[in-house]
């Protein structure tokens, strides 16, 4: 059965920059599609970007272009996403989901940016 | 404004058969491009119900079924149960930004 557990909530300032983890249970991370999806509060779900480590690929939606970077960890079967420059609407619960449909998805990490 | 269109809110009866529609472009939906549907209730992380336009993962009961035509897709819940209460969203890679986009989701009451 696969897993994915997200890092704690994370508080941060405008402007700052936050990274974020997923630990794979289960799966092999070199061996998948890991993508983050995120849902403002009120809001519906936003695919942000995505890696694909056996390809050494990544795509990023153009909402986010320059300010996220994914990043996967095969030794320990961890993905990361960096969000820099926080903005106050950044707020939002982050997901990973793994597999190219998104079929395993994690409870997500709650990031509040406020100053 | 999602590129994908969902209305926003569908309601039921226990028993009853509900569809919610989602509505795209030939550069996402149409052509060769497939739907997935997700399930999310707040507070829990969202769940896939249809995959490639129709197929069900294991666990997912049949109740749930997807089907596309052209650039619209569908999501049918027959046999409603109020455990069925949830956002429901559709999803679909988007040639024109090489990414995903997700419809803006469609909150299901059972009434």
């Known amino acids: 059965q696969v897993q994915l557990v997200h890092s704690g909530a994370e508080v941060m300032k405008p402007g700052s920059s936050v990274r974020i983890s997923c630990k794979t249970f289960?799966?092999?991370?070199?061996?998948?599609?890991l993508s983050w999806v995120r849902q403002a509060p009120g809001q519906g779900l936003e695919w942000m970007g995505r890696?694909?480590?056996?390809?050494?690929?990544?795509n990023y939606s153009q909402n986010f272009r320059g300010r996220v970077t994914i990043t996967a960890d095969e030794s320990t079967n961890t993905a990361y996403l960096e969000l820099s420059n926080l903005r106050s609407d950044d707020t939002a619960i982050y997901y990973c989901?793994?597999?190219?449909?998104?079929?395993?998805w994690g409870q997500g990490t709650m990031v509040t940016v406020s100053s | 404004q999602s590129v994908l269109t969902q209305p926003p809110s569908a309601s039921g009866t226990p028993g009853q058969r509900v569809t919610i529609s989602c509505s795209g472009a030939?550069?996402?939906?149409?052509?060769?491009?497939?739907v997935n549907w997700y399930q999310h209730l707040p507070g829990t992380a969202p769940r896939l119900l249809i995959y490639?336009?129709?197929k069900r993962p294991s666990g997912v009961p049949d109740r749930f079924s997807g089907s596309k035509s052209g650039t619209s897709a569908s999501l049918a819940i027959s046999g409603l149960q109020s455990e069925d209460e949830a956002d429901y969203y559709c999803?679909?890679?988007?040639?024109?930004?090489?990414?995903?986009?997700f419809g803006g989701g469609t909150k299901l009451t059972v009434l």
């Open positions: 490639d336009n129709n």
């Open positions: 289960g799966a092999t991370l070199g061996s998948n599609v």
């Open positions: 999803a679909s890679w988007y040639d024109s930004v090489n990414g995903w986009v």
């Open positions: 989901a793994m597999g190219y449909a998104f079929d395993v």
């Open positions: 890696i694909i480590p056996f390809l050494g690929a990544e």
């Open positions: 030939n550069s996402n939906i149409g052509g060769e491009n497939t």
